[in-house]
């Protein structure tokens, strides 16, 4: 990684701090623990508990982190649902999209009943949706959640985490879907690998795509 572009990481992250409860637990943690430590030189009571009492509060925000990171992995099926992780679903037929006069696969999807156009990439790990869909659709950044970063044609940027409760296209149905919020992604939408490594499989034959889910539906049975 160059220097510009671990300053730009360092500094995204810095401004996202203000926007993300686990980030300024981490700080308040960490601040927190200094104080303790001094105490405990000072040898000033309580000190000793100050700084295993922040260890615990980083120990939980670690354990919170790793909970959000892990449902990335498709292997890992992770669903807290009071911490408003419920479990991601892809199911219905087998759909075919075919391929667009730009030489990409593009499908139009609801998400929570929104129409949007979302480009297939099977280069993105994550789903992401543009802030326009997100305010139509009503989804709004996970509270307290970790900033993530993305990389870009025109570099990193900063996004929010969210979930959708179901997104459909086809004969596909998504529910409890991860995606990020990206606004410097402009009016762009994508299907990421977090949604496509959740098929049975998915293909391109000629010029079509083919996803296949892992729980396919009788058609009278899709919705």
């Given at each position: 990684?160059?220097?510009?572009?671990l300053?730009?990481?360092?500094?995204?992250?810095?401004?996202?701090?203000?926007?993300?409860?686990?980030?300024?637990?981490?700080?308040?943690?960490?601040?927190?623990?200094?104080?303790?430590?001094?105490?405990?030189?000072?040898?000033?009571?309580?000190?000793?508990?100050?700084?295993?009492?922040?260890t615990?509060?980083?120990?939980?925000?670690?354990?919170?982190?790793?909970?959000?990171l892990?449902?990335?992995?498709?292997?890992?099926?992770?669903?807290?649902?009071?911490?408003?992780?419920?479990?991601?679903?892809?199911?219905?037929?087998?759909?075919?999209?075919?391929?667009?006069?730009?030489?990409?696969?593009?499908?139009?999807?609801?998400?929570?009943?929104?129409?949007?156009?979302?480009?297939?990439?099977?280069?993105?790990?994550?789903?992401?949706?543009?802030?326009?869909?997100?305010?139509?659709?009503?989804?709004?950044?996970?509270?307290?959640?970790?900033?993530?970063?993305?990389?870009?044609?025109?570099?990193?940027?900063?996004?929010?985490?969210?979930?959708?409760?179901e997104?459909?296209?086809?004969?596909?149905?998504?529910?409890?879907?991860?995606?990020?919020?990206?606004p410097?992604?402009?009016?762009?939408?994508?299907?990421?690998?977090?949604?496509?490594?959740?098929?049975?499989?998915?293909?391109?034959?000629?010029?079509?795509?083919?996803?296949?889910?892992?729980?396919?539906?009788?058609?009278?049975?899709?919705?």
């Amino acid at each position: 990684m160059s220097i510009k572009a671990l300053w730009e990481y360092l500094a995204m992250t810095i401004s996202a701090i203000p926007r993300s409860g686990l980030l300024l637990m981490v700080v308040a943690a960490i601040a927190v623990s200094a104080i303790g430590s001094l105490m405990v030189r000072r040898k000033v009571p309580l000190g000793l508990m100050v700084r295993r009492a922040s260890t615990v509060v980083l120990g939980g925000v670690l354990l919170v982190v790793v909970l959000q990171l892990s449902r990335f992995d498709s292997r890992l099926e992770i669903a807290v649902p009071q911490f408003g992780l419920p479990e991601q679903i892809v199911e219905g037929g087998e759909t075919r999209i075919p391929m667009a006069p730009d030489g990409h696969f593009w499908l139009r999807a609801q998400i929570n009943g929104v129409p949007a156009n979302f480009l297939v990439d099977t280069g993105a790990t994550l789903t992401a949706i543009s802030q326009d869909l997100a305010d139509r659709a009503a989804i709004k950044p996970r509270p307290g959640g970790l900033p993530v970063t993305i990389n870009t044609a025109n570099g990193p940027v900063s996004a929010e985490l969210s979930t959708i409760d179901e997104m459909r296209f086809g004969s596909v149905a998504a529910r409890g879907l991860d995606v990020v919020i990206a606004p410097s992604l402009g009016q762009t939408n994508v299907v990421g690998m977090n949604l496509l490594s959740r098929l049975a499989s998915w293909r391109v034959e000629g010029n079509n795509m083919i996803l296949v889910p892992n729980n396919p539906q009788p058609e009278s049975d899709q919705r």
